[in-house]
């Protein structure tokens, strides 16, 4: 015959293994959410670098036309999925500035030239800037 302590103890490891796994559960969704989260963010960065390497490209092709002295004030290219577009104005105080195609921007505060370049992938755009 069953004790009545002995009857209220069935079925109690029941109750906590169902307890432990769902502790265990919940953990293991917590970390995958965090996880899947990080992974996004690793993704972004190689997006964004993809669209910094554009502006880039765009800078040193308007350097490259200033030293073919083919001035023009907005540049552009594209490879894949990957584009910039980069434009040329002349410094405020530049006296000979080739007007046109060139306009002097009175924000730029270089000798010569502002080249400012943005490169776009995948809707992520990075950009520079530069004063010479």
């Known amino acids: 015959m069953l004790r009545l302590s002995e009857y209220r103890q069935k079925g109690i490891a029941l109750y906590y293994a169902v307890l432990v796994l769902a502790v265990l559960l919940s953990i293991a969704l917590g970390l995958s959410t965090i996880a899947v989260g ?26 490259y036309e200033i030293k073919q002295n ?34 002097k921007d009175p924000a730029c505060d270089g000798a010569y030239y502002c080249v400012k370049s943005v490169g776009t992938y995948k809707n992520i755009q990075r950009a520079m800037e530069a004063s010479m």
Request: hydrophobic share 40%; charged share 20%.
């Open 38 to 63: 990080q992974l996004k963010v690793f993704g972004d960065v190689g997006d964004s670098v993809k669209a910094l390497y554009a502006a880039d490209s765009g800078m040193e092709n308007v350097l």
């Open 70 to 103: 083919n001035l023009l004030p907005d540049y552009s290219g594209t490879v894949g999925d990957v584009s910039f577009t980069a434009t040329l104005k002349c410094g405020k105080d530049y006296l000979n500035c080739p007007m046109p195609p060139l306009v």
